[in-house]
């Protein structure tokens, strides 16, 4: 059941694609996801986040998972199943963000509806949108009443008993679309929505503000004679703390509506790269010793709390930013589109736990050949905060 597996720290949460190809087109096929599934399996992972029901993959992914629990009764995988919502428009020069795709995003839930039901023994939340509410998501987001809508109808399934009454229904959405930031999104139809739902997925990036909004990220004047490791590890406790603010302020918005609501953590992550704002000519965010500091801080804190964290992603996936290949976006994975271990998960490799494990042809091995030397050669020190001023 949702109820025992979200926030339990024995079933860890990562967000999951699997593409290895620069376009979607070219789906995994089910072998290749059983060899992911294997893989997450190994590092601790239960439970795994997909996007959209319309295209073929989150069934493949279902399928995979149904497989390799005939084989083995042992295997343990669940699903928090994404159903896509669009706009009226979505994608075109003139998206209409006051209407939605109504005949889109009904066969869409209903796609979400019947493989929940082919699958309760793994399946176990449906998301209606992906950053669905979130304004800057200008090409196609809808208001939340649209988002309502959807939850309602599902929620009314399960109590007419055409949908399993464990299933749980949410929403998966940036913080301050729901309630943490402007008063923009303070709207009767949220507050009916946070009643709504199951629990709330909120996703918090302190990454992309180390560009956007860097007041945490910038070392103080006074830190400037420390080492380069104390000042990173300062910059990303700070960004911990930056998502842990992010996350109190939905809280303490739901708790001054009188609501009380489960919330865990749909999305946060840390690319290794990037050639854009966070990258050596940016904030200086983006590497993979950055990246496996911020893993292991959010585990840690997420696990202590009762938290899921979904975090993003599994693997890189290089259709994300196609036409940019050092794009950040390609680069959030824990491990690389051919299989290396990044900085975050050498350990596991020390311990054997991939061991027979590999993606294709390849076995999983160490990124920079676990040579954590080499690895330094690409990490930069977090900017002065009056140098990153300077930036903006």
């Known amino acids: 059941m949702a109820k025992d597996i979200l926030g339990n720290p024995d079933y860890l949460a990562i967000s999951y694609g699997g593409y290895r190809q620069n376009s979607r087109d070219v789906q995994p096929t089910v072998e ?18 997909t996007y959209n029901v319309e295209l073929p993959h989150a069934s493949n ?4 998972i149904h497989e390799l629990k005939k084989e083995d009764p042992s295997f343990e995988m669940y699903v928090m199943l994404g159903a896509w919502i669009d706009c009226k428009g979505a994608f075109t020069p003139n998206p209409d963000h006051n209407e939605e795709d109504v005949e889109a995003n009904a066969a869409e839930i209903q796609r979400a509806v019947e493989l929940a039901n082919k699958y309760p023994d793994i399946i176990k939340v449906i998301a209606v949108g992906n950053e669905a509410m979130v304004k800057w998501a200008a090409s196609y987001f809808v208001q939340p009443g649209v988002i309502l809508r959807w939850v309602n109808y599902l929620q ?8 399993p009454e464990d299933l749980w229904i949410t929403s998966s959405d940036n913080f301050a679309s729901w309630g943490g930031g402007g008063d923009e999104y303070h709207v009767q139809d949220l507050t009916d929505l946070i009643k709504a739902v199951d629990y709330v997925s909120l996703h918090t990036y ?3 503000d180390t ?3 860097p007041d945490f990220w910038g070392n103080a004047p006074q830190e400037a004679e420390k080492s380069d490791s104390a000042r990173i590890a300062d910059a990303m406790n700070r960004a911990l703390a930056y998502a842990q603010t992010q996350y109190q302020n939905v809280a303490s918005y739901i708790e001054g509506l009188g609501i009380d609501k489960p919330i865990h953590i749909g999305e946060t992550g840390w690319a290794s790269f990037s050639n854009g704002h966070y990258g050596n000519e940016g904030s200086k965010a983006t590497d993979e010793y950055k990246e496996g500091l911020y893993y292991e801080l959010m585990r840690e804190w997420t696990n202590e709390a009762g938290i899921s964290c979904f975090y993003f992603e599994a693997f890189d996936e290089n259709w ?6 050092g794009g950040s976006e390609n680069y959030f994975g824990l491990f690389t589109i051919d299989g290396k271990a990044k900085y975050a998960l050498w350990k596991l490799v020390d311990e054997g736990v991939f061991k027979g494990l590999g993606r294709g042809d390849q076995p999983i091995t160490k990124t920079y050949d676990g040579e954590l030397s080499e690895l330094l ?6 900017p002065l905060k009056e140098q990153l001023s300077a930036q903006q």
């Open 377 to 382: 050669k690409d990490v930069a020190s977090p």
């Open 211 to 213: 560009h956007y909004n």
């Open 32 to 49: 290749q996801l059983k060899e992911d599934m294997k893989i997450l399996s190994a590092m601790g992972i239960s439970v795994l986040r």
């Open 156 to 163: 009314e399934l399960k109590k007419a008993g055409d949908l």
């Open 61 to 64: 992914v279902v399928t995979a």
């Open 206 to 208: 302190p990454m992309h």
């Open 320 to 325: 994300k930013d196609a036409g940019n290949p």
